[in-house]
C-alpha cells in the first residue's frame, strides 16, 4: 500500500518542480490565430521576436504541422511563424460558396497575418502550394523579402510533368467529369502515398502525418474546396515570367533543397531556377515530396548555415 511514509522515500529528484529549461533547449511553439475576413486563421510561432525572421509556407494536403519538427529547431536563432490557409489545418474553413479559394486570396490573407504579427523583413521558405503563394507576396513586396528557400515548389514551365496530366485536363475543360476524375488525389491512400513515394526507408515515414491531414481532408465540404484549389492552380502558371522576372532583378539569397524522386515536383522543377538565380545554392536530395520527413536534419542545417551566413537586414 502506497503510504506517507513510502512517499517520504521518493528521491528529492522526483519531488523537486520541473526544472527551467536550460538556454540550449527548444524554443517552445506559440499556437493562435488572427481574425482575417471573420476567419480564424491558425499559425504557429516561436523565436524571440527580436531575431531574424522566417515564414514558412505549407503545400498541399497538409499545414504548418508539416513544420512542428523544424520550427523549434530554428527557433533557437529565429522568429519563425507558419500560418495554415484557409480549408487547411486548424484554420477556418468555409464551404466554396461562401468564400473565394484562390492563390491570389491566400497570398492576401497570408500576407496579412504576417503584417499582423510583425513579419515584415524575412526570410520565405516555400513549398508546394507554398510557392505561388510566397511568391505572389515576394513579387509585391520584394523590400521584404530577405532570401528565399525553395523546397519543391514550382514556378517554371519544365516543373510540370506527367503527374499534372489530368489536372491540366481539368484546366481547360472545367468539365464536372474532369474535376470528377482527381478525387482520387484526395483519398488515404493518395495522403499516404505523397509521404512515402520516392523515400529511401518509406517505413521510417511517420503515420501521424495521414493520421492529422485525412480527416481534415475528409470533412465535409473539403472536397470541393481541394477541387477548387486544383483548378485555380491553372492561374499560376501565366504568372512564371512575372516571379521569373522578380528572381532576375531582385537576386534574392535563394537556397533550393529538392526532394528529387518527387513525381509531384520532379527535379526537372529545380535546376530552371539556376537560369535566373545563379548564385543560387542547389541540393538534390534523396527523397520524396515532403522532404522534411526523411531529411529534416540535414535540411535543418542547411537552412541554419544559409541563413546565418546571409545578412537578414
Known amino acids: 500500500m502506497f503510504t506517507l511514509a513510502s512517499l ?30 471573420g476567419l480564424d486563421i491558425f499559425y504557429r510561432e516561436a523565436g524571440d521576436a527580436d531575431a531574424p525572421q522566417i515564414v514558412l509556407l505549407h503545400g ?30 486548424l484554420s477556418s474553413a468555409p ?23 510583425g513579419f515584415d523583413n524575412y526570410a520565405l521558405y516555400v513549398m508546394d502550394y ?16 530577405t532570401g528565399l528557400i525553395v523546397q519543391n515548389g514550382n514556378a517554371y514551365d519544365e516543373g510540370l510533368r506527367e503527374f499534372w496530366d489530368p489536372i491540366k485536363t481539368f484546366w481547360e475543360s472545367g468539365a464536372d467529369k474532369d474535376r470528377d476524375a482527381l478525387r482520387g488525389l484526395l ?18 515515414i511517420n503515420p501521424d502525418n495521414w493520421l492529422v491531414i485525412q480527416p ?8 470541393a474546396i481541394q477541387l477548387a484549389m486544383f483548378y ?29 524522386n518527387d513525381p509531384i515536383f520532379p527535379a526537372e522543377g529545380a535546376h530552371p531556377y539556376l537560369r535566373d538565380l545563379p548564385k543560387a545554392e542547389l541540393h538534390l536530395l534523396d527523397t520524396g515530396h515532403f522532404a522534411l520527413e526523411e531529411d529534416g536534419d540535414k535540411m535543418t542545417a542547411l537552412i541554419r548555415r544559409f541563413l546565418l551566413s546571409k545578412p537578414t537586414e
Open 8 to 37: 517520504a522515500l521518493l528521491t528529492p529528484l522526483a519531488l523537486s518542480p520541473p526544472s527551467t529549461p536550460s538556454p540550449s533547449a527548444a524554443p517552445s511553439i506559440r499556437y493562435g490565430t488572427e481574425s482575417v475576413e
Open 60 to 89: 498541399f494536403p497538409t499545414s504548418s504541422h508539416m513544420f512542428r519538427d523544424l520550427i523549434p529547431k530554428l527557433a533557437q536563432d529565429f522568429h519563425v511563424i507558419a500560418p495554415d490557409y484557409p480549408g487547411y489545418g
Open 95 to 117: 464551404s466554396v460558396d461562401d468564400f473565394e479559394y484562390s492563390f491570389d486570396h491566400f497570398a492576401t490573407i497570408v500576407d496579412t497575418v504576417l503584417e499582423r504579427r
Open 130 to 145: 507554398g510557392a505561388p503563394v510566397g511568391f505572389r507576396i515576394a513579387e509585391a513586396q520584394p523590400e521584404r523579402v
Open 187 to 204: 483519398t488515404l491512400d493518395a495522403t499516404k502515398w505523397q509521404f512515402q513515394h520516392g523515400t529511401r526507408h518509406p517505413e521510417y
Open 216 to 223: 481534415l481532408l475528409d470533412r465535409p465540404g473539403n472536397d
Open 232 to 260: 485555380d492552380y491553372r492561374t499560376n502558371v501565366p504568372l512564371y515570367p512575372r516571379w521569373q522576372a522578380y528572381f532576375r532583378e531582385h537576386q534574392p539569397a535563394t537556397l533550393i533543397l529538392w526532394g528529387k
